[in-house]
């Protein structure tokens, strides 16, 4: 097939599964066509198959604002009509389904171009129920030839939230369990802990919806029983709160603020426990990150975590906030070796067995031929 991907090239998870994706698919063997503002971060390296298309947008002064889902409809038809596209999948609603469904539009007559939407989280959650995009949201979803969620939760919310009567199909993140495993990194451990400390890792774009404030408190709680450290990863508007609060609680030997990283699964595998503690997450792909690495995860109770995490199994689920409970399952796995151990297996098992790339990318194959034959 010859399939366009448009995302937000990024950070970012709907950007990441959109790369991710691409790259699988252009392993076996499809054509792909990567259209955004700038190349993904994650695709670093000439891959075959592979092809991008920038999208620039127009300075004109008269333009006091920049027109980019104009811009990006443009490029849709553009490559549409002379790539031959089969169809055009679009990560993240807003406003990414809206210029497709432009493009499709401008391109009738000429070829049917379907449009598969993928709703990722915040374009549903938050961004979306924005009363200024809420009748565009709805429509492009309506509009598009196939829409699926990332997780039942989101499935749910935006049937409800929109009054949206179409099917939508869930197909989860995922994660490549061979890149992501378990793999002792004790020189980098060594370097931010003395080998009597236990360490715990949250990653993040650092905005109030994960609550980075809450794992710091919790690490204020376990420290006071056993020695441990907290690596902070990623950036965003909630780091100077988060810095502050270190000083505050004097936790500033505790706490490492790595910012943003490209070692992930090097730093993953130099911890032991994830934490998410998220206000709202509709998926958590970097808890099933985690996961594959072999470490169990301690998070909030919403959205969509609870279709991942098995509480009580490879992790923990507390309510939101709760940051005494998310302490206690803290102190519990890293005081009882042998409950550690099972966890961590648990929690690799899971991320292979239910959420390896080798199982979803062939329900995005299989649901590209849907739209295709239908
Ligand atoms: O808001 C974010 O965390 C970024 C956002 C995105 O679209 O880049 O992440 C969302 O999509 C990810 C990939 O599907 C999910 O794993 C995240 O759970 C989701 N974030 C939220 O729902 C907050």
Redesign the pocket.
Known sequence: MKIGITC?PT???????ATELGKELALRGHEIHIISYALPFRLSSYIENIFFHEVETSSYPLFEFPLYSLSLASKMVEVAEFENLDLLHV??AIPHATSAYLAKEILKGKKDLKILT?L???????VGLEPSFMHLVKFSIENSDGVTA??RF?KEKTLTNYSIEKDISVIP?FVDSDLYKPNKNLEFRRHIAPENEKILVHT??F?P??RVTDAIRVVEQVNREIPVKLLLVGDGPDRSECERLCRQLNLCDQVKFLGKQEGIVEILNAADVFIIP???????????EAMACGLPVISSSV???PELIKHNEGGFIAEIGDVDRMAKYALDLLTNEKKYEMFSQNARNRAVNKFDKSIVVPEYEAFYKKILNG
């Open positions: 937000y950070y970012g998870g709907s950007g990441v599964i990560h993240y993928t990722h989280g915040t374009d549903i959650t938050l990332v997780s989101l993140n993040s774009n905005r919806v994960k998220s206000q709202s997450e509709s998926f958590g792909l970097a808890a099933l959205g969509g975590l």
